[in-house]
């Protein structure tokens, strides 16, 4: 039962561009929307998160935005650079009850950048 | 450094075997996780120990069992394994704080690769 929904499943860029991920979440009981970066070999990594009651968050050249009625919210990578490329995940934390802090994952992006 | 580790990274073992795979982290969380990841990279969690009490157990077969002798540690165990265990599995760890925002940020580790034959 897929609760984040992630895309694309892969992304490519050109040096200097602008990715964009994308998730949509269906639970309403989510609290805390962190996003994060994958390299191969490696375990994730947090990037940058958001609270539900924010409608945007940057931090360098990363920027989510969130979109609580239409239980979306998306990460823009800027001026991507080949150090970029990885996996990236959204999530979203469950909140209360016996599931609190339970953080359930989107299907994650491959995203590269080219030189 | 400040990190959590895991042991072994690699692991390859036959139809039918026992493994373990050890997770220690020294950040002085209070929670731990285990999350498996599928061969196409889809990560979900398997369970989470808040000071050595089980918290969260998905749907998960009998035969994984994971231990807390501490909080620190957060060990899991494999019985009898089989071919769609093969996956990377993931230790992370947090610090739960009701409430607060950023509280709750998972670290993970490198994760161990088994592979199942």
């Known amino acids: 039962q897929q609760q984040v929904k992630q895309s694309p499943q892969s992304l490519i860029v050109q040096k200097g561009g602008i990715s964009i991920i994308n998730c949509a979440y269906e639970?309403?009981?989510?609290?805390?929307f962190p996003w994060y970066q994958q390299f191969p070999g490696k375990g994730p990594a947090l990037l940058i998160a958001i609270r539900p009651d924010v409608s945007e968050k940057k931090e360098g050249r990363f920027t989510i935005s969130f979109n609580k009625s239409a239980k979306q919210f998306s990460l823009h990578i800027m001026d991507s650079q080949p150090g970029d490329s990885a996996t990236y995940f959204c999530a979203a934390r469950s909140r209360g009850g016996t599931s609190y802090g339970k953080l359930t994952f989107g299907q994650g992006t491959i995203l590269t950048v080219h030189p | 450094d400040t990190a959590v580790s895991q042991t072994p990274k690699y692991l390859v073992t036959q139809m039918g075997n026992d493994k373990s795979i050890k997770c220690e982290q020294n950040?002085?969380?209070?929670?731990m996780y285990w999350y498996k990841q599928d061969s196409k990279k889809f990560l979900k969690i398997m369970f989470s120990?808040?000071?050595?009490?089980?918290?969260i157990n998905e749907t998960v077969p009998n035969r994984f069992s994971p231990k807390s002798p501490d909080k620190a540690h957060l060990n899991l165990h494999i019985n009898s394994l089989e071919l769609g265990d093969s996956a990377v599995y993931f230790c992370?760890?947090?610090?739960?704080?009701?409430?607060?925002?950023?509280?709750?940020?998972?670290?993970f580790g490198a994760g161990s690769r088994l592979t199942v034959l």
């Open positions: 639970n309403t009981a989510f609290d805390y």
């Open positions: 950040l002085g969380h209070d929670t």
């Open positions: 992370a760890s947090s610090q739960a704080s009701r409430g607060k925002s950023g509280a709750n940020v998972l670290t």
């Open positions: 120990y808040n000071n050595k009490e089980l918290i």
